[in-house]
Antibody
Framework: EVQLVQSGVEVIKPGESLKISCKASGYSFITYWIAWVRQMPGKGLEWMGIIYPGDSDTRYSPSFQGQVTISADKSITTAYLQWSSLKALDTAIYYC??????????????WGQGTVVTVSS | EIVLTQSPGTLSLSPGERATLSCRTSQTVTSSYLAWYQQKPGQAPRLLIYGASSRAAGIPDRFSVSGSGTDFTLTISRLEPEDFAVYYCQQYGSSPLYSFGQGTKLEIK
């Protein structure tokens, strides 16, 4: 079964660092891009960035460039999203999603269950 | 920067009725790079339709998409109780590389 399993709930204090994970299984990890998507409380979906685990090519949304770091470890088929200093406004659910790219079509076909991140003092 | 505008914000309909959801983009989007997702409360989004008209695995044929250029429509021909959710359109290609509309909430009337 193709799936993305994300790390669990995080409650973090402002200014602290954090790294959340997305473990892929059931497919060739290195041949599909993986994206990160933010959903703030009661709001819509925001694309943050995307990584190709095969060569670690990474693209960021201008809104998130410099705010987060996306990485991947091929040896354990896991993608990561990390912050060096969290703010209260980073409170959200973060989803990872696999990009289906046929060359003609592109869409996020497999989603993780989401990681709830709460930043509060 | 491309902007995707979905309307209406909320659509109130009854089971059995037809739903029409709009997604307008501020720049031309290649139809094959336009997708739609469904999200139910407490769940991750689920891919519905990609490539403008291809249904994802397990998606019933009451879901269809039409349109091109800057104007796209998701139609649910006959609403089932499980269709009431939030729907998002999403594009690839313009800056930012990927982006979503703000969503349309389909609620039971």
């Amino acid at each position: 079964e193709v799936q993305l399993v994300q790390s669990g709930v995080e409650v973090i204090k402002p200014g602290e660092s954090l790294k959340i994970s997305c473990k892929a299984s059931g497919y060739s990890f290195i041949t599909y891009w993986i994206a990160w998507v933010r959903q703030m409380p009661g709001k819509g979906l925001e694309w943050m960035g995307i990584i190709y685990p095969g060569d670690s090519d990474t693209r960021y949304s201008p809104s998130f460039q410099g705010q987060v770091t996306i990485s991947a470890d091929k040896s354990i088929t896991t993608a990561y999203l990390q912050w060096s200093s969290l703010k209260a406004l980073d409170t959200a659910i973060y989803y990872c999603a696999r990009l289906y790219d046929s060359g003609w079509y592109r869409a996020f076909d497999i989603w993780g269950q989401g990681t709830v991140v709460t930043v509060s003092s | 920067e491309i902007v995707l505008t979905q309307s209406p914000g909320t659509l109130s309909l009854s089971p059995g009725e037809r739903a029409t959801l709009s997604c307008r983009t501020s720049q031309t989007v290649t139809s094959s790079y336009l997708a739609w997702y469904q999200q139910k409360p407490g769940q991750a989004p689920r891919l519905l339709i990609y490539g403008a008209s291809s249904r994802a695995a397990g998606i019933p044929d009451r879901f269809s998409v039409s349109g091109s250029g800057t104007d796209f429509t998701l139609t649910i021909s006959r609403l089932e109780p499980e269709d009431f959710a939030v729907y998002y359109c999403q594009q690839y290609g313009s800056s930012p590389l990927y982006s979503f509309g703000q969503g349309t909430k389909l609620e039971i009337k």
